[in-house]
């Protein structure tokens, strides 16, 4: 399964790759240069934080590595288990009818799998998109590995399906009893805050392929 240590531990040995730090790969790729600080790598309160998938993508980029070879990083041996996760087309999503009480896709019509590394205890699925519905960030055929059950803090991307069966890709803003505050992540967009009795499902955006 995804070590915590070992995420930031490939982090900074793809930044030694490119003979950088960690703060200089995090400036290569447009991040605040504190972004892979150890002081970020655990909350005030002890926990555990993982480094955004953003964060991941756009240092991706800036160094031209692939996912494969990140999780090479991750797991030098080889050995980082993978498992079969459901994927399941926005249509199918939207209706909000085919999961289960953890969020999860049943298996029914529209319903397939997809193999991908092993999130330990998170359970997670795979969306696909369809038309400009999640554009200009997301195109038609990307896949989006997303959790029901990660716990998501501001600034997170995350995924929420609203009653009325509409999609949207945004970023976390604020998440109290009564609302969910949402951020655009275009900027033709405004912010958006949605009551709760409006939210079908939500689900923290993990991974993008793109």
Sequence with gaps: MLSHE???AAIDA???RHGMTASGLARKAGL?????????????EGRERWP??????????????TLEDFLR?????????????PLIGMEEAATGKVFNEEGMPNEGPGWDEIEFPDFGQEKVFALEVTGDALSPLYRDGDILIVSPTASTRKGDRIVVCTTNGAILAKELKRRS???LEMTSLAKDQEDQVIPAEEISWTARIMWARQ
């Design 6 to 8: 070992r995420v930031w």
């Design 14 to 16: 793809l930044a030694s």
């Design 32 to 44: 605040d240069a504190t972004s892979f600080n150890k002081s970020k790598r655990v909350s005030p």
């Design 73 to 85: 990083l991750v797991e030098p041996s080889g050995s980082l288990r993978r498992s079969m996760i």
């Design 177 to 179: 009893a009564k609302t």
């Design 52 to 65: 955004s998938t953003e964060s991941i993508s756009k240092i991706l980029k800036a160094t031209g590595a």
